[in-house]
């Protein structure tokens, strides 16, 4: 679905923790996501430091949107 | 390990008044089983019906399948950990009532809404185009057909189908206790001849860890973030894995009786001594939930059974989506130490075969078995009779779904809800082939 | 007596090399060119009606018009079965003779062959085509191998003229269009299973029922410049939509999507929001929907200037992902796609589960 909107022109940045199939499948902007059942965060951490792993997350998502890639990239998240 | 698996083969089911069996035909008593059933107060009501392959009759809310054993002599009983004590099971003498099962078909509503815990039932049809695709619709069934009283939480109706259906099954195959089998059946393992290649069965398991039943049950325990672990095969017979009864009504997931009767076993024990010699199975847990989890229980799986020296592994699984990726890696790391692997799996596809038939791949995975696909569309007719708790069902289980009557016709988008819609293991002939 | 139709561009019709790839479409009664070749190979069994060619570059430059032509012409002749190429290692030939069998096949109903190498870029076109009338037989490289390539796409269009049953490609020889039918095999899956095993562990050779799939490539989306000054909006499959699913989302195998309003919203309030979706466990997601609707850390993004004022979408697009066949997930990123360019946004957060 994502690749249908790159074909059309749209960079898109990938959120996801199963970033080997968004390679296999070449998306190109990948960001890794935190697990499956909750890709943008982590259940695990007090509250605050669970906002703030999210908006890490869509930061990177929003760097990831401006980078110049050539092909699947994976952007990681750093930790905040 | 030596198990005797003794046969009882049954042709006919006479609901009367006593058990007994007799020339292939099992009497049971109808309201000695009845009253069985309602000892558990958390049954309001319950009866019994039995369908015949080739009736035009329809089974609804269907949660399990079981096939009747009970152990005459060796360790432990059947189901242990559930209606045994925790004990070894797999040698000594079992009895099974072959060609006949116990299906549990119970009216039970749930407490959750959506995702992957949600309760589910499924249906089978006796004879038409159903029958031809299920495994189960070639067997006798002895339903059980009970209603759960409302505000029961998911496990406790899960123990509650489980235990009725089990004790019917147990208190079935029981009365051969005393009998004489037509046939025995010996499985062990011993004697590895040394110019054959060691085999083994790799068998995934979807879980879901959260859940209060994860979806396999090891002597009755819920297996949840563990690695994988060894089993002799004859642990299966006995009943040592079995299901969360509230989710594997559905088509692409086992039933007690699958787990009794597993294909791959069944036939990697008739190859033992002639083709291969049979190391016995790994139990993986598979769909973890992050990279890295899938990517150790994978390693972990491909180490144990290269301690455990095979040279070839089957690989198969239970489950869909993302819990085959688990199984992509598994393949990749055991090819990596260089055991061999061929994968039993069903394909998706789409209705029309189009789309691509599984998730993910890796190079390593050159060697798979099809048993063919979930995805087709299938017409089921009418039918002149509806056994099971449901008038009407729910084709699509989402919340707000419009029940359509159980009678039929019904046209499925595809075979999810169909008990043995997808062959999983391979107990059939399906297949797809490339057009 | 059994009439065929040959398809072939203007050099395998003599009429021309390179020169000539401007061709309009013409049609030669009976055999010309390499149509001479397939006549001898179907010899009294069938005729060849009429050649009909077209030059490579007219072909692709008109298309419409090369299309029309070519039908009206396959229309009068009322072949059996038609034959294209073979094209071997010519791309746009290739693919001109797919896109020509799939509209014969779909118009006039009657099953078609061709033929070209399988690197021919027509290979990919007939994959997406993936027609179950049309079918394509691999060839060599050049035409070296036209002798053999006209022999075997005879002996094939003569069993698809009389309507028989073609079987699977492997057996058959021809390029498998990634079409998979449900059969029986004639032994359970669990024996063909192990002799598969111990045939790898010999090392002896054997066939997977199940081929490995190659992704296309989509060549990456040109980055945005300063992102804070673009438009950005939300697509996820986590399922998340508001309380009460009003739009009747199923838990798998969904086919539309829906874009739910966030125009107003700071974040998404507990109670307000579910989520349909059967692959996972939902319990995070609806105890904290942000996990895959992240709107409160896009609006302290906005707070902050990473985002600019009024640059995030008022709306998130969901579809639940759960089982979604591809060509359904294609259809709803090309309509999604649409509906964001139509709206001028420049990027898309995508978040999957």
Known sequence: MSKELEKAGLPVALVSAMFPVAMQVRANRIVKGVSIPHPCGDPSLPKELDARLRREIVRTALKALEAEVKGPTVFSPGIP | MKLEIAEFPVKQIRLGRRFNYENQMLEVDETGLIDLVLQDPRISDASIAVAMPGEKTRI?????????????SGSGQIFPGILGPIEDVGDGR??????????????????????????????LDMSGPGAEISRFSSLIHLVLNFRIVPGIAELEAHTVIQLAEYKIAHRLAQTTAELSPEKIVTYELGHQNPDLPNVMLLQGCITDPQHVHSGVGYYGLSLRDSMATFLHPNELFDGAVTVDTTRSGRGYYPSTWDWQNHPLVLGLYAAHGRSLNFGGVI?????????????????????????????????????????????????????????????????????????????????EADAVVSTGSLDRTLNLPAMDKVIGPYEEIKIFPFPGAAPVSARGPLALEARDVMMGGADIWGQGAWQCTEY | ???????????????????????????????????????????DDAKIACTIYYGDNYFHEH?????????????S?????????????????????????????????????????????????????????????????????????????????MRLAHDETVGPAQREGYIPRGIRRLEKADRPGAERAIEMLLKKI?????????????????????????????????????????????????????????????????????????????????????????????????????AEGAIGPGKLYPAYYVIPGNQGSPAVMRRVGQEIAADLKKDNVEGVLFVAT
């Open chain 3, 63 to 75: 298309k419409e018009d090369a299309m029309k032509a070519i039908l009206d012409a396959v229309r």
């Open chain 3, 1 to 43: 007596m059994t009439t065929i139709v040959h398809v072939v561009n203007q050099f395998f019709a003599g009429l021309g090399g390179e020169d000539k790839a401007g061709m309009p479409v013409g049609v030669i009664e009976g055999s010309a060119g390499a149509a001479r070749g397939l006549q001898l190979q179907l010899g």
């Open chain 2, 60 to 72: 609804t809310g269907i949660r399990d399948i079981v096939e009747p054993r009970y152990k005459v």
């Open chain 3, 202 to 302: 010999k090392n002896e050779p054997f066939e997977s029922e199940l081929p490995m799939e190659v992704w296309d490539e989509a060549l990456p989306a040109p980055p945005l410049v300063q992102v804070k000054d673009r438009r950005i909006a939300l697509v996820t499959t986590s399922g998340v939509v508001p309380w009460g699913n009003p739009d009747r989302f199923k838990t798998y195998r969904n086919t539309h999507w829906q874009k739910y309003n966030i125009a107003e919203l700071k974040e998404l309030e507990p109670g307000k929001w579910e989520t349909v979706h059967g692959g996972y466990n939902v319990a995070y997601m609806n105890q904290n929907p942000h996990y895959g609707v992240p709107l409160d850390a896009l609006r302290a993004l906005e």
């Open chain 2, 283 to 363: 139990l993986q847990r598979i769909r973890f939930e992050t990279y890295h989890g899938k990517e150790v229980g994978a390693q972990n799986a491909a180490r144990l059974a290269e301690a455990m020296k095979a040279d070839g592994v089957l690989v198969t699984w239970i489950g869909g989506g993302n819990a085959f990726v688990d199984v992509m890696f598994t393949i990749r790391a055991c090819e990596r130490r260089g055991i061999k692997t061929t994968l039993v799996t069903y394909e998706n596809g789409g209705k029309e075969g189009k789309d691509s038939p599984v998730l993910f791949y890796v190079s």
């Open chain 2, 94 to 123: 079992t009895h099974r009532l072959s060609n006949m099962t116990v299906i549990a078909a119970a009216e039970y509503e749930g407490t959750i809404r959506a995702g992957t815990t949600v309760q589910r039932s499924a249906i």
């Open chain 3, 77 to 157: 002749a009322q072949p059996q079965t038609l034959v294209a190429g073979p094209a071997f290692n010519s791309g746009r030939y290739g693919v001109s003779c797919v896109e020509v069998c799939n509209a014969i096949a779909n118009d006039l109903g009657i099953s078609c062959v061709t033929a070209m190498h399988e690197d021919n870029p027509g290979v990919g076109t007939y994959l997406g085509v993936a027609n179950s009338r049309v079918y394509c037989l691999p060839t060599a490289e050049t035409a070296a191998g036209m002798t053999d390539a006209l022999k075997r796409l005879a002996k094939f269009a």
